[in-house]
């Protein structure tokens, strides 16, 4: 077997006003992400964490900021876009496990569609998307409800 673990991270500032997308799902919030993108911060680092395990730069490199193409891109066609590279490498996913921290907004009652949303687009059963949500308990910036942070790690298999 050929198996290929990668982790990726991903951290924004939340302001008033602004959209709030995470795992390709709109979310009721009275913040949102400071982006140049949709600013998905759960879809950002489960894409650093697939590039990574194939050895390849974060999306800093591949989609940058100062490129205006991505101005409010929508992370999860860009997903698709890293997806899709890595198949026609030959990789599947075994699994993908992530985290989400913040205060608000609360990210439970969206996490079955954010499941699925992964899911659909890495075309495998949500059972192999772990997804897990938590508080930084009022700790430092993330607790005080001015971040957003997450991880995503997964395990890619190259067929040969």
Same mark, same amino acid.
């Given at each position: ?9 991903? !951290?924004?500032?939340?302001? /008033? ?9 709109? !979310? ?6 400071? +982006? ?8 950002? /680092?489960?894409?650093?964490? =697939? ?7 974060? !999306? &800093? ?11 409010? /891109? @929508?992370? =999860? ?8 590279? +890595?198949?026609?490498? &030959? ?7 992530? @985290?989400?921290?913040?205060? #608000?907004?609360? =990210?439970?009652? @969206?996490?079955? +569609?954010?499941?699925?949303?992964? +899911?659909? #687009? ?6 192999? !998307? ?5 508080? /930084? ?24």
């Amino acid at each position: 077997m050929n198996l290929r673990i990668g982790h990726g991270v991903d !951290i924004h500032r939340l302001e /008033a006003g602004r959209k709030c997308v995470i795992g390709g799902v709109e !979310i009721e919030s009275p913040v949102g992400p400071v +982006a140049h993108s949709d600013g998905d911060v759960l879809v950002h /680092a489960l894409m650093d964490a =697939i590039l990574g395990a194939q050895g390849e730069p974060d !999306i &800093g490199v591949k989609f940058p900021n100062n490129d205006n193409k991505y101005s409010g /891109a @929508s992370s =999860i066609l860009l997903l698709e876009l890293v997806w899709k590279e +890595a198949l026609k490498r &030959g990789y599947v996913l075994v699994n993908a496990d992530m @985290s989400v921290v913040c205060e #608000v907004p609360k =990210i439970n009652p @969206s996490s079955a +569609a954010m499941k699925e949303n992964l +899911a659909r #687009v890495l075309n495998v059963a949500s059972d192999r !998307i772990g997804l897990k949500a938590t508080t /930084a308990e009022k700790l430092g910036s993330l607790g005080r409800g001015e971040g957003i942070f997450a991880s995503a790690t997964v395990l890619l298999e190259k067929k040969d």
